[in-house]
């Protein structure tokens, strides 16, 4: 439990967090602050052109603190990502804010981007359980910077609501990192709590030179972004309200090739029709982000050029509907929509329905049953550098034979016409060459990324079991050869395999995009 805060920082339901402070790049490697497009989602912690990859678990046992939570950065190289070059990071790290506390739940959400603009990518952590005094589950968020050396505790920064502390809010459930305006060349920072689904939206900004001094940046202009605010879009009509959503998760791409980074925030719907998947779409502009429109389609979202025509893609994926009658849903269904020149909003600017995908599509392995989760996550990557993203979905309830919930992952192509059924694949624990085997719970595909930490241009693919081992929780990898990601060579990992505690851990219920 912390219980002194800094009033200096500041945090919302919707926290903006500028990292204002611009410096020469360090290194001849060291990487392009401002993310606005999927492709560049600057997790190059040590500045060595090689990506690197951030993996959570909220469950790790620390210091005798059972979910207090840990994460491991695992550093991109010529040779791919290994066991050797990794380092494991808790708030009992030197230098972390805080300390590890039982329930705390540190890497439940991460995220990264180039928050100080030093050329650096810098790691973000959630810690939605964190108490903060007498309100349990408060919640936080910690800021590692990264640096020469990959990503160090010293001088990391905690993040909390502008609110204050709200007991119950988990504020730091889902994150996200990119170039919304042209405030600042680096990055900026949205956090999401519990109450992102109620009408306030808040804004703060990190001064030049404060990333290193005292104990958080100050919250100086913050403003709450109402519905109205958000809805202004010059001298056009406004859009319509935002619908009440509980927000579940963010993406970032440019949709609209303007050059810097549009904001999705997918979520549920409460009220008279609750639990229906639904986006909040804000388009990043010079000034400020604009409320679009509301795009049916969530609660998982992720972004990506599926048909390589310079705008970034939207896939949202919506594993758990309420069945409404159609068999289709109860299985998981997956939305995409096409970027243009009017973003998101479609070629007539009206806005058009997304393309919809459920197991049952053609060329789609499986059959949709009910519980199976499909959609539970997304990522995007071009995995045959044939220059389109092509798709990984998750399907962690997937039952294998009569194992329930085992889990299942598909990677579907993207194409000059968008995503396609065509050379599909799909794998499960029981898969040829697949380490390990199918038991129930292992919730394989609970979360998945693909990721190119050699830079060859093919993606491969990181597959994530957070039930594995009763709890353990895996990671599988897959390397990309020519056509893809394969099984052949696949491995598996888990906390142990870095050194630290692996019981009960909940490895890889979190891998950043």
């Not at 603009?117 to 408060?138: F, H, N, S």
């Not at 388009?283 to 990506?304: E, F, K, M, Y």
């Not at 241009?457 to 020519?482: C, I, K, M, Q, Y």
């Amino acid at each position: 439990m912390r219980k002194h805060r800094s009033a200096a920082l500041a945090a919302a339901t919707l926290l903006l967090l500028t990292g204002a402070g611009i410096a020469t790049a360090p290194a001849a490697w060291a990487g392009v602050p401002g993310s606005t497009r999927a492709d560049d989602r600057n997790c190059d912690f040590d500045g060595d052109g090689f990506d690197d990859v951030l993996v959570g678990a909220p469950g790790a046992t620390v210091g005798g603190r059972r979910g207090a939570g840990l994460v491991t950065v695992q550093y991109g190289s010529r040779h791919g990502i290994d066991t050797r070059a990794a380092t494991v990071i808790s708030q009992n790290t030197r230098g972390v804010p805080g300390g590890a506390e039982a329930g705390d739940s540190f890497g439940a959400a991460v995220a990264t981007g180039d928050l100080d603009g030093d050329g650096y990518d810098d790691a973000v952590i959630g810690a939605p359980g964190e108490d903060i005094g007498t309100r349990a589950d408060a919640g936080g968020v910690i800021v590692l910077w990264g640096s020469p050396h990959g990503l160090v505790g010293t001088d990391s920064r905690w993040v909390e609501s502008l609110l204050g502390p709200v007991a119950g809010n988990r504020f730091g459930s889902a994150l996200g990192a990119a170039r919304f305006t042209a405030e600042t060349s680096g990055d900026q920072l949205i956090a999401l709590d519990r109450r992102s689904a109620e009408r306030h939206l808040f804004g703060a900004a990190l001064r030049p030179g404060e990333r290193r001094t005292g104990t958080g940046p100050r919250a100086h202009g913050a403003e709450p972004l109402n519905r109205a605010a958000l809805a202004r879009s010059g001298g056009r009509a406004a859009a319509p309200p935002l619908r009440d959503l509980v927000a579940k998760s963010v993406t970032t791409g440019d949709y609209d090739r303007n050059g810097f980074a549009d904001l999705v925030i997918g979520g549920v719907t409460t009220g008279a029709e609750p639990g229906h998947g639904w986006s909040w779409y804000l388009a990043g502009r010079s000034d400020h982000l604009v409320h679009q429109r509301d795009l049916r389609g969530g609660p998982v979202t992720a972004s990506g050029d599926l048909d390589g025509d310079g705008h970034d893609d939207l896939v949202t994926g919506e594993p758990h509907s309420p069945d409404d009658g159609g068999e289709s849903m109860t299985g998981g269904l997956v939305g995409v929509y096409r970027g243009g020149p009017r973003g998101l909003a479609g070629a007539t600017g009206v806005g058009t329905p997304p393309q919809w995908w459920t197991q049952n599509s053609p060329g789609v392995p499986g059959a949709s049953e009910r519980g199976d989760g499909w959609g539970a996550d997304l990522s995007l990557g071009d995995t045959d550098h044939d220059g389109y993203a092509d798709l990984a979905i998750g399907a962690p309830g997937e039952d294998i034979g009569t194992v329930a919930d085992a889990g299942m992952v598909t990677v579907l192509r993207g194409s000059a016409r968008g995503l396609t059924g065509t050379r599909a694949r799909s794998w499960t624990q029981d898969s040829p060459s697949v380490p390990g085997g199918v038991e129930k719970g292992d919730g394989f595909g609970g979360q998945v990324r693909l990721v190119d930490p050699n830079a060859d241009g093919r993606f491969g693919l990181l597959a994530a079991a957070p039930g594995e081992n009763t709890a353990d929780g895996h990671v599988w990898v897959f390397s990309a050869g020519t056509g893809g990601p394969t099984a052949t060579g696949s491995w598996t990992y888990s906390v142990g395999s870095l050194g630290g505690p692996y019981v009960d851990a909940r490895f890889g219920s979190a891998i950043d995009e």
